[in-house]
């Protein structure tokens, strides 16, 4: 067991930790990884396949997870060897474009898919980690602190990495030197695990598979919890990608302006993610969280009404991250880790990221083919130009709205 003083040194590292990833993060991922794919020559389904290939990753880490941590105790050793098979080595997927063929969209997404299977292994088990050293009274006062940092950490190289992917002419070479740097952080991120406090279990294996079917089997909170947020997920996803796939093709953005609207976001994940910790510790995860995702529902009208103008974007962006990531985000973590049953958190954990992927991988995949069945249309409404964009958002939207009703009924048992 770690004493309370290798605790308190295990969440400062963590800290540490999460402010490296976070600038691997703003290198390598969201709108510029996106950003990538369209410059690669992706069309609908093919993004529709990358905005899936991340969550069915996540649908089939258990099986992963499950064969390889059977002979596993210690999660520091696992996680490690997970993080350097797929951070320091992101850079690849812009060497793909050297590939003279029209397979080179479809090949980046084969490694892309590897790596995300990678790292949805690690999840789990950090998760449980977290468990382990953060108590469950200090939940939303410590993942509101820890968040706050990495997320002012995340802005700041957000808005690094757009500005040197524009003054770098957003071709090859710009997209390689930003996505190197990124895969340098990776490396850091490794050194960081490797300081990590951690205790091996001698004769407890870190997955035992045969869980699984009693996680599934047994009513708990849990599994009411995990039902109900997989139905509003999935049609959720059914956006897929295509918001920032809008912004890029439609809108005309460069990654300075994608970039400022990241952080713009960021920064109020990481003003008001404290605040929601807090009231989640007062008030209770779940009750603040019904809260939280009926406002984010109904937020995402505002991507039908969506225009160029950044005194439209900019505060629309704003109270995304503050209900979206700093709300939904930290308070339905926090409430997982709550009601998590306590005879199999990494596998529960493993199971849930599972089952909440798969409906947001229908989601996505969903996204392509609506796309293109709306592609032809297009007609001007007042100031707004009515596309194949919008008509997929506002499918999502509906199917949301009933999906949150449904949500909101759920009763949950004393704990």
């Given amino acids: 067991m770690l004493n309370e003083l290798q605790k308190s040194h295990a969440r400062k590292i963590s800290i540490i930790e999460g402010s490296v990833s976070a600038v691997w993060g703003s290198f390598t991922g969201g709108n510029y990884l996106t950003g990538l794919f369209i410059w690669l020559g992706a069309g609908p389904i093919s993004i529709s396949l990358y905005g899936a290939s991340g969550p069915l990753a996540n649908v089939i880490q258990p099986f992963f997870l499950a064969l390889l941590g059977r002979s596993v105790t210690n999660k520091k050793k696992f996680i490690i060897i997970s ?5 320091p080595l992101f850079f690849i997927l812009v060497l793909t474009s050297l590939i003279n063929s029209g397979l080179k969209v479809w090949i980046a997404l084969a490694v892309l898919f590897f790596f995300q299977i990678v790292s949805s292994m690690a999840g789990p088990v950090w998760t449980r980690w977290m468990t382990d050293i953060v108590g469950r009274e200090i939940y939303g006062k410590y993942f509101g602190l820890r968040n706050l940092i990495t997320q002012i950490v995340a802005a700041a190289s957000t808005l690094l990495a757009g500005y040197l992917l524009d003054i770098w002419g ?25 300081h990590q406090d951690d205790e091996s279990l001698p004769n407890i294996k870190l997955i035992n598979y045969h869980v699984f079917p009693d996680l599934l089997k047994i009513p708990t909170n849990y599994r009411k919890y995990m039902i109900s947020i997989m139905v509003w997920i999935f049609t959720m996803n059914i956006f897929g990608p295509y918001a920032t796939v809008m912004m890029i093709s439609e809108f005309k953005y460069n990654y300075a302006i994608l970039g400022l609207l990241s952080v713009v976001s960021s920064l109020a994940v990481a003003v008001f993610q404290p605040i929601f910790g807090k009231l989640g510790d007062k008030f209770g995860n779940f009750k603040v969280l019904r809260y939280t995702l009926t406002i984010q529902t109904m937020l995402n009208v505002g991507w039908i009404l969506a225009v160029p103008s950044m ?16 709300g939904t985000g930290l308070i339905s973590s926090n409430f997982l880790m709550e009601i998590v049953p306590s005879f199999g958190k990494t596998e529960a954990f493993a199971i849930y990221a599972s089952i909440t992927n798969l409906a947001a991988f229908g989601g996505n995949m969903i996204s392509g083919f609506l796309f293109l069945l709306f592609s032809r249309i297009h007609f001007k409404f007042i100031i707004w ?11 999502s939207v509906l199917a949301s709205v009933i999906t949150l009703y449904n949500f909101l009924r759920l009763k949950m048992a004393s704990y």
Wanted: glycine share 8%; aromatic share 26%.
């Fill in 83 to 87: 993080v350097a098979l797929f951070k």
């Fill in 170 to 194: 957003k071709g090859f070479w710009a997209f390689l030197f930003v996505f190197v740097i990124g895969s340098v952080f990776g490396l850091l991120d490794i050194l960081a695990f490797m």
């Fill in 311 to 326: 005194y439209y974007m900019i505060p629309f962006q704003l109270i995304l991250g503050i209900i979206g990531t700093a």
């Fill in 385 to 395: 130009n009515f596309d194949a964009y919008r008509f997929v958002f506002m499918i």
